[in-house]
């Protein structure tokens, strides 16, 4: 089995060791060296050229931004971000800036607590030799385009003849997925004549600011899911982190319903249970939007879409960081298409019935 080799960078002398610690604590992993600021960092890589470097955004001399647009730049690496959960804000703007994913620390002090994200730290890590490295640095180029929808007021939409309208897009991402629901979300200008739901892997406490950075930034009204939200043409809902999303008819209207993970839920929020749930209201009338990710989730939520007749489009493998969920869900034989992140958005509008304007 092929190493890992790790550069730490922390400020803090007992993160920097106790990370070292979890890290070596698997023998396919080795920390060859670490580093206080984030000048010291830059010095590491370029020196030691490692597989992955840990950071910590909030350093003496050099803050984990600078560090990362000097990384990203003359020596490409994949970054894990540990930040703790009160820099969530800063944590979305480092994965703007190349970081691959990150993971919360339970408490800014020092702590053993620090220890409880050692699971997590481990899988993160060992996804190093997964990672499409080119798609992670050549991410702008890859930002969907932008498409207008066009102008449906007054008059009937311009429907594709072969397709059916849409009235939900699901989306379910994970590794590298942030980016990539921003750059989609972004690229939809105009009155969207359905609602989108995400399920992005991601822990609790994070979701809000991240829907709230979405919102800010795209013309839908994005917001995290909560339990009764309706659904309706316009709105984006986003799974809050540690929950799962799934709907019901009430009154004649489909409701948000925010439950436990099941025991068997690996990943939450669950993409197979969003497009299980999905598929029994919506039928056909149902796109699922399969992103960049690893793991297997959402693979039964595509055949369960598929099976009520709704419709699939899957990222590819050139743009996904991680090919991972698009590959089992290629695997099910039931994937409409397969799209590259440039192309999503105007994918989505095509699949939802409608020839989207020239941008």
Known sequence: MKTI?????????????????????????????????????????????????????????????????????????????????????????ALEFGAVDFIAKPTRTISEDLLNIHDDLIAKVRTTFSLNLSSITTRSAVTPASVAVPDLKGRPATHADNLSSVDVVAIGASTGGPPALQGILNSLRGSVPFSVVISQHMPAGFTRTFAERLNRLSSLEVSEAQDGDILRPGMALVAPGGYNMVFRRQEGAVVTRIVKPAPEDRYVPSVDAMFSSCAELFGRRLLGVVLTGMGNDGRKGVVAIKNAGGQIIVESEQTAVVYGMPREAVATGMVDRVVPLGGMGREILLRSGIFPEAQ
Do not use: H, Q
Request: charged share 30%; hydrophobic share 40%.
């Open 5 to 93: 080799r790790v550069v730490v960078v922390d400020d803090s002398a007992y993160n920097r060791r106790t990370i070292t610690r979890m890290l070596e604590s698997v023998p396919e992993i080795k920390v060859v060296g670490y580093a206080g600021d984030g000048e010291e960092g830059i010095r590491k890589v370029l020196d030691l050229r490692p597989d992955l470097v840990t950071l910590d955004l909030e350093m003496p001399r050099m803050d984990g931004f600078t560090f990362l647009r000097i990384i990203m730049n003359s020596c490409p690496t994949p970054v894990i971000v540990i930040s703790s959960r009160s820099d969530d804000e800063r944590v979305f703007k």
